[in-house]
């Protein structure tokens, strides 16, 4: 487990569970979204906020750790309430909720919308880390569409596979191009081409990689992969990069936490609970 204080200081300024997630709604554009899961207040623990955690999903770990560090309320990229999931809060989720309203904490939780945010989003903070330019999106004709497309100084697979490592802090799984598949005019050879046009979608957004195949891109970088993407990737001639659904989920909400500490001027811890899938 890491932590990112977005402030140092402790301060005695407080706000309420609904101000924070106004600021958040109207920041991210959040109504605009079709989503899977509520985003915005969850559960609302009924203190004032003087303290907040971030982190990637709400699970245990990170409640006991918001708990540790004294914080009223915990803003996640992972909430609760999936669309499918069953209703009753029970086993896991009933655990999870009660140590949340124990301690008065709130859960306040972005999914979709944190994904797709130009500046503070997953795929904008992905994208910046890997020295990849958003050129536009992978799906050009929605109105709020999650993913894009992005261009990069012409690099080979390997120093891709370089650059993803150290931004992450882990090796993606990298699954090569055939293309002895696919129409080109380098079908004899199959040699690795240099990449130059990159779609990437954070987490797991692994079946979008024939949208990235559609729109002429060299490499396709998700989080998850899947037993069908490799013969997707292979098929479809495009470069595949499994870098992780949490390593690809990191950015959006730490950045949403300091913009968040910028704004109320209360602190904002950042805490990565590890996660190797
Ligand atoms: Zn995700």
């Keep these: 487990m890491t932590t990112t204080n977005a ?25 605009a979204f079709k ?38 309320a915990i803003v996640v990229h992972h909430g609760y309430f999936w669309k499918g999931e069953p209703e009753p809060i029970v086993g896991m989720k009933g655990r999870r909720i009660r140590k949340l309203l124990q301690h008065g904490i709130s859960l306040i939780a972005y999914h979709l919308p944190l994904d797709a945010h130009p500046i503070i989003g997953n795929n904008a903070k992905l994208a910046e880390a890997l020295g990849l330019t958003i050129t536009g999106a992978l799906y050009p004709h929605e109105s709020h569409p999650v993913g894009n497309i992005a261009t990069c100084i012409p690099q080979s ?10 931004a992450l802090g882990r090796a993606p799984l990298h699954i090569p191009a055939d293309y002895t598949y696919c129409n080109s005019e380098d079908t004899h050879t199959n040699a690795p081409r240099l990449i130059k046009r990159v779609g990437l979608c954070t987490g797991g957004a692994q079946d979008m990689i024939e949208q990235a195949a559609a729109m002429d891109c060299d490499a396709y ?19 595949y990069f499994a870098c992780g659904h ?31 899938a």
């Design 7 to 31: 402030t140092i200081e402790a301060t005695h300024k407080s706000i309420t569970a609904q101000i924070l997630t106004q600021f958040c709604d109207d920041y991210l554009s959040a109504d």
């Design 35 to 72: 989503d899977y899961a509520p985003n915005g207040l969850q559960v609302d623990g009924g203190q004032p906020i003087q303290r907040i955690v971030t982190g990637v999903t709400a699970c245990e770990a990170l409640i006991d750790a918001a708990i540790t560090a004294n914080a009223d």
């Design 157 to 166: 697979p390997n120093d891709l596979t370089t650059i993803i490592t150290h």
């Design 221 to 239: 970088i998700s989080g998850e992969i899947s037993e069908r993407t490799t013969h997707s990737a292979r098929e479809l001639g495009i470069d």
């Design 246 to 276: 949490h390593a690809t989920e990191r950015g959006g909400i730490e950045a949403l936490g300091e913009l968040v500490a910028q704004q109320f001027g209360i602190p904002v811890t950042f805490i990565d609970i590890d996660n190797p």
